[in-house]
């Protein structure tokens, strides 16, 4: 049994083996869309790769809603090269579609880029009225520090990597604005059993700070989950083997109270994602920080919002 990856090229290189020695794997972080599903039924009996995070094709309709919600009409993407910013590319190009919408105009770069400033550039030639990122922490901050420097009040927005804090620190008051798809905020309202959570993490890495707060519930809930397989494993008195693990997390008989939610049978053998849209909220940029965008999603966020079981298997 494992609980990893991070980075969606990584993940979506590696599940294969997971899968070819039927050990089970859970990924509480990288959220490239089929990662989870790539070997569902029918595409294989049985499937060896769960997931706590939300996969990007739910991300991106979430962050699309947002899109049609404040009239923007010329999508610029900024995307990198990477798996994760190809098949972002993707996914946001289908979601647009669905809304007789298209990508204005793109820029590509690789990841460890040094300047995005003539990309920036571009984008403002081409007169797109929005800003979609489907990048990490640091090229984001190079997006940031490029807008904040051509003084182009364009509304930049994302996913859950938007929030990165390495994204955050590097980019300053640069960043302030940024809108990003998040299940778990640190700074805003949160219940007894997040606020100890929270106590706890900061506590171990001896920081007020939590560099992605997200990645660290989902993580948390990952190894609830595990945990709670074991236990009943061991209640019915069935030996413990990757077999037994699978078919225990596509059976879990009691809720898992975790930090995204509690999840009341979070898998089936069709669906390995246990977290839906419905669960997302949205996130702003401000002082360095990311907090709830709207009180309405942080005072709904204090009642775990439970799996929309329709989303789970997209």
């Not at 595409?43 to 995070?53: K, L, V, Y």
């Amino acid at each position: 049994m494992t609980i990893g990856y991070c980075n969606t090229g990584v993940a979506t290189a590696s599940i294969g083996i997971y899968q070819d020695a039927k050990v089970p794997l859970i990924v509480p972080v990288a959220t490239g869309s089929l990662i989870a599903n790539k070997f569902a039924p029918p595409a294989s009996d049985q499937n060896f790769i769960f997931r706590t995070a939300v996969p990007d094709v739910q991300q991106v309709a979430f962050m699309v809603k947002v899109i049609l919600k404040n009239g923007w009409q010329r999508v610029g993407l900024m995307a990198d090269t990477s798996g994760y910013g190809e098949f972002g590319r993707k996914d946001l190009e289908a979601e647009l579609a669905k809304h007789k919408l298209q990508v204005a105009h793109m820029e590509r770069f690789p990841t460890g880029i040094k300047d995005l400033r003539p990309h920036m550039e571009r984008a403002r030639a081409a007169g797109v009225d929005v800003l979609f990122t489907y990048t990490t922490g640091p090229e984001n901050a190079l997006i940031s520090q490029a807008r904040a420097d051509m003084k182009w009040k364009i509304p930049h927005i994302g996913p859950w990597t938007v929030g990165f804090g390495n994204h955050l620190s590097a980019a300053g008051a640069a960043a302030d604005g940024a809108l990003t798809a998040q299940t778990f905020i640190q700074d805003g309202q949160h219940n007894f059993d997040r606020q100890a959570f929270l106590r706890n993490v900061t506590r171990e890495l001896g920081t007020d700070r939590v560099p992605c707060a997200m990645c660290a519930a989902q993580a948390y809930d990952a190894m609830q989950l595990v945990i709670r397989a074991i236990g009943q494993l061991r209640t019915q008195r069935t030996p413990l083997t990757p077999l037994t693990m699978r078919d225990a997390l596509e059976n879990l008989n009691e809720p898992v109270r975790g930090m995204v939610t509690v999840h009341q049978k979070p898998f089936s053998r069709e669906d390995h994602e246990a977290v839906s849209q419905n669960m997302l909220v949205l996130g702003v940029v401000k002082d360095g920080k990311v907090r709830f965008a709207n009180a309405s999603e942080e005072i709904r966020s204090l009642i775990p919002q439970r799996k929309n079981v329709a989303e789970g298997a997209r």
